[in-house]
């Protein structure tokens, strides 16, 4: 991304950069809610309109099957740094996001006594609880639009990074690996070969290695669980060996990896100045995909569009093939 220079000054909006993008991500969790109203009510309309005309009964209806939805055909919403929520949580997030604030701090309390005082399950309360604040105050909204929408989730989003100590370069490396994983949802409608995908929220240890963000899939069938995993270095100064023992330690690991069972997919995320193009060979050579960022980490926003795209087809490779 390029600096945004007014009177000499820097004004770059990189948060606003990074917030658009996740997101754009939550769009399938958006039009996997709108297929779900279009074949429960046999409307052709679009989710706005639906919601704003439909009864009780249908909200209720669209709601539950959201919340009921098989596993393979969910989509993923997040946070602000990329992790996963649950797909109950994320159910009741989203539909709270568009009808009323802070479903955390504000509504889940009043849930917890809605169980107590009628003896009923979570997810009945939060289902029945959306239902009724869709039907009474969709007049004050008027709308349910995606751009709407979209406003919202963005400004959730941002509160929730505020919220959450640690936002780095590993937040944007598994933005990236969601988008990837959201674009093809997006087309298909699932995960092709593979019936579930859980993308690890903090990083992993495999032996000896810590991994920085991960994703297990697994396949349809009585197939083993595969893995994909995302190292990830940085270096805000030029020079030095360290490109030389980041290489060492991914390769080291690869080898180790590929001694056990599992099946695992490797890209390495690389974000420093001059990284020695011997070692970004050497790493070519050893695993699937490399991606280097030519820049100091601190003005790191995430993957560029070029990047991203390639991403995606690698991922669709994946999910197709395996």
Not at 163 to 173: D, Y
Not at 260 to 280: C, F, Q, R
Request: hydrophobic letters at 40%; one cysteine or more; a neutral charge.
């Amino acid at each position: 991304m390029n600096e945004l220079i007014v009177h000499q000054v820097d004004i770059t909006h990189y948060r606003l950069v990074e917030l658009s993008r996740l997101a754009d991500q939550a769009k399938p969790f958006y039009d996997w809610i709108e297929r779900a109203a279009k074949r429960i009510t046999g409307s052709p309309n679009e989710l706005s309109e639906i919601l704003m005309t439909a009864n009780r009964a249908e909200i209720g209806a669209i709601v539950n099957a959201c919340y009921a939805e098989l596993v393979e055909k969910r989509p993923f919403l997040f946070d602000g740094i990329g992790r996963v929520y649950p797909h109950g949580k994320a159910c009741f997030y989203f539909f709270s996001w568009i009808i009323r604030d802070a479903p955390q701090q504000r509504l889940a309390p009043l849930i917890a006594r809605m169980k107590k005082a009628e003896n009923i399950t979570g997810i009945v309360a939060e289902s029945d609880s959306i239902v009724e604040l869709i039907y009474e105050y969709r007049a004050c909204v008027k709308g349910f639009s995606w751009l709407t929408v979209r406003e919202v989730v963005m400004d959730r989003l941002e509160g929730s990074r505020r919220s959450i100590k640690g936002h780095n370069i590993e937040a944007s490396v598994r933005v990236a690996i969601i988008t990837a994983f959201q674009n093809y949802f997006a087309i298909y409608a699932g995960y092709g070969k593979y019936k579930k995908i859980v993308i690890a929220d903090r990083q992993i240890k495999i032996g000896n290695h810590t991994i920085d963000v991960s994703v297990e899939l697994t396949p349809v069938g009585l197939g083993p669980k595969e893995i994909l995993l995302m190292p990830i270095k940085t270096r805000e100064t030029e020079g030095g060996g360290h490109s030389h023992i980041f290489t060492r330690d991914i390769i080291a690991a690869v080898r180790e990896l590929k001694e056990g069972e599992s099946k695992y997919y490797i890209i390495a995320t690389i974000v420093a100045l001059n990284w020695s193009v011997n070692e970004l060979g050497n790493m070519n050579g050893q695993i699937d995909k490399v991606y280097h960022f030519n820049m100091n980490p601190n003005k790191f926003v995430g993957f560029d569009e070029a990047s991203q795209v390639q991403l995606n087809r690698y991922i669709q490779g994946i999910l197709d093939n395996g």
